[in-house]
């Protein structure tokens, strides 16, 4: 494989020190100083190092090849670089590193694995008999396999949310999406992910399934993220970086500086769950997908589309990241019924949007009306469809609320939330029951 970069010198080597000193020399030519520690940046510069890190690994550099240009600094110059063995077909210098950079993080086993081909996968066009998957011909539509892979309902999701259908992957649940991104690309007893804390408790869980180290991150004052602290977290061996924005437990947002900032430094996949991202203000990252090829965007029809009990969980990223995720996971992950309700429900569109409108304009009132119940210590600012709030003694409100047949979360053993509750934003009768029980206590 061969790979052209090109860029300004550095330094005041020339091509005959380069050629002396092999890549360590080309890196010390063309990295300005603040890249020599950073391999993820988002320079051509960063890649370069990359690759030449990769390549010194896992396939030997045969070296230079060819350069030109004159080496003074400032000057631009231009190198070839040739690895021995392809690592990738692609021309495109941009998609060859990022797809190295994939690569690299995927689990070996998972970079070997020759996927199971279901019946459906192997033919495709227009037929009238189907004798291939040892299926009952009878009791249709229910006796047919469904689409492996959700063609119709990935288009259309496509159209609704503004991204090619074939950066989407689609789970049984974003609970689904979780734990493949742990099988993927985290080996068991050797790899560890970073997250912040609190946040949703299946991270920690799918960690401890797959024998995964997870290293929490406290949020910092008003639970906001600190990139740096997330980063200082992390080692040579931290695959995955937990964001979720707006944040469950809390219901706050993350500041969208501080996650760019986690998505340009963290070198391995960040993760952002945007699971109540349409109660938010904020557009989110899905926008942004194509600037970020390590970015997976979770969100779900379990929220704003009110569609829990069918399961259906999106994952956004880049092509590469979808394909790992389709090739490691069952083969008919969603059933008939769900697809084809996910997709009478994307005929819907308006219909969810006057669900968010209700809810968010009946989560103000509720807001207001709980800072003003006594037992009440603290009403958290909140982006989702719930409100994280405080109390003197978590466990007594709650036990008392479970004994009026009105059940709220109790967070009061989560990090930093001592004395919480969750309360989901309900309908207005739903939540004026609860205003009444809590005024009572
Ligand atoms: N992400 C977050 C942040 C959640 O709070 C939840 C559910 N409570 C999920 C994901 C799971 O969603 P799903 O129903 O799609 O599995």
């Known amino acids: 494989m061969q790979v052209k970069f090109s860029g300004k010198i550095q330094d005041g080597s020339t091509p005959l020190a380069w050629e002396r000193q092999g890549l360590n020399g080309i890196c010390k030519a063309f990295l300005h100083k603040k890249y020599k520690k950073c391999s993820t940046c988002a320079s051509v510069f960063g890649k370069m190092c990359n690759f030449v890190r990769l390549f010194k690994r896992k396939v030997k ?28 077909q692609s021309e495109n210098l941009k998609s060859a590193i990022y797809s190295m950079d994939i690569q690299r993080l995927l689990r070996p086993n998972i970079r070997r694995l020759q996927p199971y081909a279901c019946a459906r996968d192997e033919f495709k066009g227009e037929a009238s008999v189907f004798l291939d998957a040892n299926e009952n011909p009878y009791n249709a539509p229910y006796n047919r396999y469904p689409d492996p892979l959700q063609t119709r309902l990935k288009e259309r999701i496509a159209e609704v949310k503004g991204v090619p259908a074939a950066n989407i992957f689609l789970g049984n649940g974003s609970d689904e999406p979780i734990d493949l991104l742990y099988r993927a690309f985290c080996e068991p007893g050797t790899d560890n992910v970073a997250a912040i804390e609190p946040t949703y408790g299946m991270y920690r869980v799918c960690a401890d399934v797959n024998d995964v180290e997870y290293r929490p991150v406290l949020l910092g004052e008003g639970f ?32 969208p500086a501080e996650v760019e900032r986690v998505l340009r430094r963290f070198p391995g996949i960040t993760v952002v769950d945007e699971a109540y991202i349409d109660f938010a203000a904020g557009e989110g990252f899905l926008p942004r997908l194509a600037e970020f090829p390590r970015l997976v965007v979770l969100q779900t029809f379990s929220k704003a589309w009110g569609g829990a009990a069918i399961r259906l969980g999106m ?16 083969p008919y992950n969603v059933n008939l019924l769900t697809q084809r309700q996910a997709l009478r429900m994307l005929e819907q569109p308006g219909r969810t949007r006057q669900w968010v409108d209700a809810l ?57 939330c001592q004395g919480g509750l969750r309360i989901t934003v309900g309908t207005p009768e739903e939540d004026d029951a609860l205003l009444a029980a809590l005024r009572a206590w």
Not at 63 to 88: Q, V
Not at 315 to 330: G, H, P, R, T
Not at 363 to 369: E, Q
Request: contains cysteine; proline residues 3%; charged residues 25%.
């Open 224 to 255: 906001a993220l600190s990139a740096d602290a997330l980063l200082a977290a992390a080692d040579g061996h931290t695959k995955l970086a937990w964001l979720c924005s707006p944040n469950n437990p809390t219901g706050n947002s993350l500041d």
């Open 61 to 88: 550099v045969k070296g230079i090849i060819k350069y030109k240009g004159k080496s003074k600094k400032g000057k631009r110059a231009c190198i070839n670089l040739r690895g021995t063995k392809s690592a990738c």
């Open 360 to 416: 968010l304009e009946e989560r103000a009132r509720l807001l207001a009306a709980l800072a003003a119940v006594p037992c009440i210590r603290r009403v958290h600012p909140t982006d989702a469809n719930f409100v994280l709030v405080q109390v003197a003694d978590a466990d007594a409100v709650y036990r008392y609320l479970t004994g009026q047949g009105i059940i709220v979360r109790n967070r009061n053993r989560v990090s930093l």
């Open 315 to 330: 994952a956004f990223a880049s092509e590469e990241i979808v394909q790992v995720l389709n090739k490691i996971k069952y």
